[in-house]
């Protein structure tokens, strides 16, 4: 892992997405994952930071025995999450794929689907969580499991990040974002199966979604989401915990963006 061969980077243009395999050595991966389960297991004694329960949009009929645990801002609940934000074979790979060297970090989170009961979620973009003037920005999903259609794994529309931002359905409809689901069934959708330690980096305009998990294994991720230093939000933003540190490079822009683009107290 490290450097992107041309291949790699045409194949990330051309489809919004890439699988990276072997970026972190199996002890960071092991420390990682049990510091994770503690998390969830601390989390559990009292209310999750967020949760999903399902929703008609994609047609499966969650219902509220379906969820999808979430916790924000890792980097604040144990130091080893740092060694995912900060692994250097990561960061070389996203300067191949944004086409920078001055990445700032925007927010992570871990999403936890327990087995048999984890929920689906509707085909979106993350752009409309989150727009961004140059639409630099990315995810960079770490499995802690392997993941595939059976136990809710990723699902994509390869080259909708070409198609740049599609309607807001789900912000008619709820509190969250999602697409037209007859415009982009799940059927017509990629999975992107991948092995634990697995990363997919993708475009925050890449239509994508995810499956219940009908199976008896959990599908545990974590992910960070970073934009180019220099890109800024469109209109005024809350920010998050962490929001502006610098991944990798300067970021000539900061006093700017964060006093003129941010809502901060």
Known sequence: MGRLTPEQKQFYKDNGYIVLKSVLPENELNAISEEYDKLFARKNQDKMESSWVGSDADD??????????????????HAVFNTFLF????????????ETSNIVLHHTKAHLKPPEKG???PMHQDYHYFPYKHDSMIAAFL???????????????????KLGPQEDIGAKESNFHYVDQTKFPFERAAPVVCERGDVVVFSYLLVHGS??????????MLLLQA????????????????????????NLNRDASISNRFETN
């Open 87 to 98: 692994n250097k074979d990561l960061l070389d790979a996203l300067e191949d794929i944004m």
């Open 227 to 250: 934009a180019a230093a220099d890109d800024e939000p469109l209109g005024r933003q809350p920010t998050r915990p962490g929001q502006g540190w610098l991944l990798r490079g300067t």
């Open 211 to 220: 499956p219940c998990n009908t199976s008896s294994r959990p599908r545990r």
């Open 60 to 77: 499966r009929k969650s219902d509220a025995t379906q969820t999808v645990k979430g916790i924000h801002n890792l980097q604040y609940h």
């Open 119 to 121: 929920a689906a979620y």
């Open 143 to 161: 499995h802690l499991d392997a993941a595939g259609p059976d136990n809710g794994g990723l699902f994509v529309y390869p080259g909708s990040h």
